[in-house]
């Protein structure tokens, strides 16, 4: 069966440099969430969309952007890149909002390495 | 407040033996989920099992099983009968609210090694 595809898998930046995430969602899967993981650490939220629009908001850097496309594919763009942002980034999709019960289906993860 | 706390940074089994993996949450709405997650070495992230706040049963998924203690606040992740290949990292996170798009709450994480 079809997951939720990441590209690229692994990124290496230098310092303010621009990096840009995408995400492919499970077929009819209508909702793109984006977590971070740094090095050692728990998945932290940091925004989704729901048919296009931004559903929720966490703790994503002002100097991070993203959005969901109309085949509903996301984008993370993240610009002026910093040391901290090394991290694993993480995309998931669900079949409209999941709510507090649906299934987050995750992607393998894009890693990017900012040197 | 920690809303979700896995208060085992480390834990080992012996391979075919049971092990428990703590996580206790706290929120004050009526409405939550609760959910395993295992990563392994190669970073994806994999969802085992899910817990809701009005399931009157522990949820059971093959070896896995969550001991839901709802007065005390904790969902403990049981996995029997340990095999090599469970050794990874475990996420217990949550997710609250009626109106939540999704977002979910992650803990710190429980490293489990499973000693051949």
């Known amino acids: 069966a079809a997951g939720v595809i990441q590209s690229p898998r692994h990124l290496i930046k230098e310092k303010r440099e621009t990096a840009t995430l995408k995400c492919y969602p499970i077929?009819?899967?209508?909702?793109v969430y984006w977590y971070q993981q740094g090095p050692g650490q728990d998945p932290q939220f940091l925004i989704s969309f729901y048919e296009k629009m931004q559903s929720d908001k966490g703790s994503i850097p002002d100097r991070f952007s993203a959005q969901q496309f109309s085949d509903y594919h996301s984008e993370l763009n993240m610009s002026s890149l910093e040391l901290g942002d090394s991290a694993l980034y993480f995309c998931?999709?669900?079949?409209?909002?999941?709510?507090?019960?649906?299934?987050?289906?995750f992607g393998e993860g894009s890693r990017l390495t900012v040197l | 407040a920690q809303k979700i706390t896995q208060t085992q940074p480390g834990m080992f089994v012996q391979e075919k033996e049971a092990v428990t993996l703590d996580c206790t949450y706290d929120?004050?709405?009526?409405?939550?989920?609760l959910f395993w997650y295992k990563q392994p070495s190669s970073g994806e992230m994999i969802f085992l099992i899910y817990q809701g706040s009005y399931d009157q049963q522990n949820a059971t998924e093959g070896r896995y099983s969550l001991n839901f203690q709802k007065a005390r606040k904790s969902a403990n992740l049981v996995i029997s009968a340990s095999q090599l290949g469970d050794s990874a990292m475990y996420f217990c996170?949550?997710?609250?609210?009626?109106?939540?798009?999704?977002?979910?709450?992650f803990g710190d994480g429980t490293t489990l090694t499973v000693k051949p």
């Open positions: 929120t004050s709405d009526p409405s939550y989920g």
């Open positions: 077929p009819r899967h209508d909702t």
């Open positions: 996170a949550m997710r609250e609210g009626a109106n939540n798009a999704g977002k979910s709450t």
């Open positions: 998931a999709s669900s079949q409209g909002l999941a709510g507090y019960t649906g299934e987050l289906f």
